[in-house]
Nanobody, 124 residues
Framework: QVQLVESGGGLVQAGGSLRLSCAAS????????MGWFRQAPGKEREFVAT????????WYADSVKGRFTISRDNALNTVYLQMNSLKPEDTAVYYC?????????????????WGQGTQVTVSS
């Protein structure tokens, strides 16, 4: 059974940092591109960052480029998102999932395996 468990969120002031973790089980992590997605109140879920199977390639939404860094440890079945210089507009619930490219966008792949997400709140 596929499970994705996100953690590491919290309340932080603008300019601060957080490191999110996603523990995956029930599938072979190294076989998948992994991604982080987020959903703010009243908005649709959006792509944040993705990373290829060995970490050699990463992609970021323009809104987080230069501030966020995605990484992975296949041996630990874990994906990370280091978030620096946080802004109030980064406030959202953050989720991880396997990802698939569609044109210039990235979409979540395991739509029946969403975790509970982790809340990130950035105060101004």
């Amino acid at each position: 059974q596929v499970q994705l468990v996100e953690s590491g969120g919290g309340l932080v002031q603008a300019g601060g940092s957080l490191r999110l973790s996603c523990a995956a089980s029930g599938f072979t992590l190294r076989n998948y591109v992994m991604g982080w997605f987020r959903q703010a109140p009243g908005k649709e879920r959006e792509f944040v960052a993705t990373i290829n199977w060995n970490g050699g390639s990463t992609w970021y939404a323009d809104s987080v480029k230069g501030r966020f860094t995605i990484s992975r440890d296949n041996a630990l079945n874990t994906v990370y998102l280091q978030m620096n210089s946080l802004k109030p507009e980064d406030t959202a619930v953050y989720y991880c999932n396997t990802a698939i490219r569609k044109g210039t966008d990235w979409l979540p792949q395991k739509l029946d395996a969403w975790g509970q997400g982790t809340q990130v709140t950035v105060s101004s």
